[in-house]
């Protein structure tokens, strides 16, 4: 397995739309396991291929308590909304350190391929809702500081943009 380097907001490649997996072969679940090792890495409980700069519709996540329960999200689609909706403190592994409130469907159900290529059904609520949708956001090029407020995000733009080069500087 190998960490990939993950992509920071405002990369305008975190807005590529991801295409679909073709075929749950080899080289997909070296993606899947190399996702997995960058989330756990980073102490993310999600991350999308987006991220890593791959733009296929590839999802992995661990919102367990002991991060000992991967699931891997390959072609998810949504297949029922709750109308009740909930509002959370979400973050992001490519907008480091910025956290801020999103509402969103409280429960979703969700179809797709997992690492072993076979169809699933999650019925997902709290945090794993969250972290299901806000990746799958992902994957159709929007980061979650698009929910927030144009002058909020102009502000996380700023802040990201001086961090990267701070740390090109090596500051
Ligand atoms: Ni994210």
Do not use: W
């Not at 990369?11 to 997909?28: G, I, K, N, Q, S």
């Not at 296929?56 to 909706?85: A, C, F, G």
Request: charged residues 35%.
């Amino acid at each position: 397995m190998a960490r990939l380097p993950i992509l920071r907001y405002p990369d305008p490649r975190l807005h590529t739309v991801a295409r679909p997996v073709a075929t749950v072969d080899e080289r997909v679940r070296r993606l899947v396991d190399d996702m997995l090792e960058t989330m756990y890495t980073a102490d993310g409980v999600g991350l999308a291929a987006t991220q890593v700069d791959v733009h296929e519709r590839v999802i992995v996540m661990d919102t367990s308590e002991q991060h000992d329960q991967p699931l891997v999200l390959i072609n998810p689609e949504i297949v029922k909304r709750s109308d009740e909706r909930a509002v959370n403190e979400e973050g992001c592994l490519s907008v480091p350190l910025i956290y801020d409130r999103v509402e969103r469907p409280a429960r979703v159900t969700v179809r797709a391929l997992g690492r072993d290529g076979q169809s699933f059904e999650l019925d997902a609520e709290g945090l794993t809702a969250v972290c299901v949708q806000h990746e799958m956001d992902h994957l159709l090029g929007k980061v979650f500081v698009e929910y927030l407020s144009p002058l909020k995000r102009d502000r996380i733009r700023t802040k990201m943009l001086k961090k990267t080069r701070d740390e090109l500087r090596g500051k």
